[in-house]
C-alpha cells in the first residue's frame, strides 16, 4: 500500500516484482532497463541529428553500461565500508540493492572519455548526447526507488506528501521524525516522507526538455554545451533534493552527494563560461 493523502491517491496493492514463469522480476530492474532504452534511443537520435557514427554509439552503450553499474557498485560500498568489510561476497551481490546513481554517471563518463581517446574521437560531441541520455534515463530510472519503498526524504506534510507502511521500509531509513508522526491507518501503521524519487524523476523531466531545446531548436553554439548544462542542472537539483533524504552516504556529517553536486556546479559553470569564449568545437 501506498498513499499520497493530499492527492488523493490510493495504491491499495503495488508490488517489488513481476513473476514470470518461475521466474521473479524487480520492477526496480525493470525501470533501471527502460531509462537506458529510453536514454539509448535518445542519444542515438540526437547523434543521428549532428551526421555522426551510430556505430560508435552501440559501442559507447554497451561500455557504458558496464562501467556505469561497476562504479554505481563502487561507489556505494566505498561509502558504506562499514556495512562489506569483510564479507566480500555482499560487494557482489547487487540483488539486494545498493546502486549510488553518481557512481553509474561518472563510470558511463569515464567509459565514453576512453572510448574517445582510443579511436580519436570528440569527447565533447558524443558526451553530449550522453547526456541526454542520461536526464531520461534517470527520470525513468528514479521510479525503481517508488516499486523498493526507498530513497525517500523525511517527514512532511507537504501537497506531495507520499505514505507508507512501516514495515515495507528499512528500519534504518525511519527516523524519530518519522516515528514521531507515525499514523495508524486501517490497522497499518504508516510513515508520511517527501518522496524525494518523485521529485528527481520532475527535475529530470525538466532537464530534459531543457536539453532537447538547446540540441534541436535552439543555438547549439559548441561542443560540451548540453553535456555542461546537463551537469549544471543535475548538480543543482541533487544538492535540494539530496537535503532531504534519509539515506545519504555521508563522510562525517556531510552528504557524499552533496559534495560531488557543488562541485559539478562550480566546474560545469566554470567550462560552459570557458567553452562558449573560446567559441569553438573541442
Known amino acids: 500500500m501506498i498513499d499520497f493523502p493530499h492527492l488523493g491517491i490510493h495504491l491499495e496493492r503495488v508490488g517489488k516484482t ?92 569515464l567509459a565514453v572519455f576512453v572510448y574517445t581517446r582510443v579511436k580519436k574521437l570528440s569527447f565533447l560531441q558524443i558526451a553530449d548526447a550522453v547526456a541526454i541520455g542520461f536526464a531520461a534515463g534517470q527520470m525513468i530510472g528514479r521510479w525503481g526507488n517508488f516499486f523498493n ?23 534504518g531509513d525511519i527516523t524519530e521524525k518519522m516515528s514521531a508522526h ?3 491507518i486501517d490497522g497499518v501503521r504508516m510513515i508520511q516522507v517527501h518522496p ?15 536539453l532537447l531545446i538547446v540540441a534541436y531548436k535552439g543555438k547549439h553554439y559548441f561542443r560540451g554545451q548540453i553535456l555542461f548544462i ?10 535540494w533534493i539530496e537535503s532531504l533524504r534519509t539515506d545519504q552516504l555521508k563522510v562525517g556529517p556531510v552528504a557524499v552527494s552533496q559534495i560531488l553536486s557543488a562541485v559539478l556546479i562550480v566546474l560545469s559553470a566554470v567550462m560552459y563560461t570557458v567553452l562558449s569564449r573560446k567559441g569553438k568545437n573541442s
Open 230 to 239: 546537463y551537469l549544471f542542472g543535475y548538480g543543482l537539483g541533487r544538492v
Open 182 to 184: 507515525a499514523q495508524e
Open 18 to 109: 513481476i513473476t514470470i514463469g518461475n521466474i521473479d522480476i524487480a520492477y526496480y530492474g525493470i525501470t533501471i532497463a527502460l531509462g537506458i532504452l529510453l536514454g539509448a534511443v535518445l542519444a542515438f537520435l540526437y547523434a543521428r541529428h549532428t551526421g555522426q557514427d551510430l556505430n560508435d554509439y552501440e559501442n559507447v552503450l554497451l561500455l557504458g553500461i558496464v562501467f556505469g553499474i561497476i562504479c554505481a557498485r563502487a561507489y556505494y560500498v566505498i561509502f558504506s565500508w562499514e556495512d562489506y568489510k569483510g564479507d566480500w561476497k555482499s560487494i557482489l551481490n547487487i540483488r539486494e540493492g545498493g546502486l549510488a546513481i553518481y557512481g553509474g554517471v561518472i563510470g558511463a563518463f
Open 196 to 210: 524525494t524519487f518523485l521529485y528527481e524523476s520532475l527535475w529530470c523531466l525538466g532537464l530534459l526538455i531543457i
Open 149 to 171: 519503498r526507498e530513497a525517500f526524504g523525511e517527514y512532511t506534510d507537504s501537497l506531495f506528501a507520499m505514505r507508507l507502511p512501516v514495515d515495507a521500509v528499512r528500519s
